[in-house]
């Protein structure tokens, strides 16, 4: 079964630095996704970025990036240019194909980003 | 743009009472599925369908049910809430084809179980 993990439950970042948030997973399907989602204190799932496992180049939506080095089986997400609306939960979650859209989701890491 | 929906957006219930959550979304979404969210955690899914007619259990499908009789709708019901049933429910819904697409979250209930 597949699995994701996030190993920082909390993090402090300076405004206007950037963050790096891990997330390393486990499969052993050779065909799924990697998404990162935003949930702000007002609770709702946004969703940022996401990455195919055949994709050939690290996403990119903005400020968002995604670092995935598929032989260590990590997806890291690196927000550049911290800002204070970036103050939220931040959860790295996984699709495998061949089991359809089910989503398997870390267990988060809360960013505080200070003035 | 609706979405997703959900109601009730807050919930409160005793010990042995049943209600249902409901969901529903305006995008023509084959897929739609039920997470939990307890606190401090990531989702966990309960339930979810690929299509009107079909559903299927996730991770935690325990004390829950669900049916799947229009493509616009994907209730959840809890049949005799339990304090163990305390969280917050997400909905969702994409296409079914491939990973690629993103899941669309509605907004959430959360339900307490007293």
């Known amino acids: 079964a597949q699995k994701i993990t996030q190993t920082q439950p909390g993090m402090f970042v300076q405004e206007k630095e950037a963050v790096t948030l891990d997330c390393t997973y486990d499969t052993s399907d050779p065909s799924y996704g990697l998404f990162w989602y935003k949930q702000p204190s007002s609770g709702e799932m946004i969703f940022l970025i996401y990455?195919?496992?055949?994709?050939?180049q690290n996403a990119t939506e903005g400020r968002y990036s995604l670092n995935f080095q598929k032989a260590r089986k990590s997806a890291n997400l690196v927000i550049s240019a911290s800002q204070l609306g970036d103050s939220a939960m931040y959860f790295c979650a996984m699709v495998i194909k061949a089991a359809g859209n089910k989503l398997t989701f870390g267990g988060g890491t809360r960013v505080l980003v200070k003035p | 743009n609706a979405g997703v929906t959900q109601t009730p957006k807050f919930q409160v219930l005793k010990t042995g009472q049943s209600m249902t959550l409901q969901c529903a979304q305006d995008m023509n979404h084959e897929y739609m599925s039920w997470y939990r969210q307890d606190p401090g955690m990531g989702l966990r899914l309960i339930h979810y369908?690929?299509?009107?007619?079909?559903?299927d259990q996730g991770e935690v499908p325990n004390g829950y049910n669900v049916s799947r009789s229009t493509t616009e709708d994907f209730p959840l019901r809890l049949l005799s809430a339990a304090p163990s049933q305390t969280s917050v429910y997400f909905c969702?819904?994409?296409?079914?084809?491939?990973?690629?697409?993103?899941?669309?979250f509605g907004p959430g209930t959360r339900l307490t179980v007293l």
């Open positions: 969702a819904s994409s296409r079914v084809e491939g990973a690629e697409d993103t899941q669309y």
């Open positions: 369908s690929v299509g009107a007619g079909i559903t």
């Open positions: 990455q195919g496992s055949y994709d050939q």
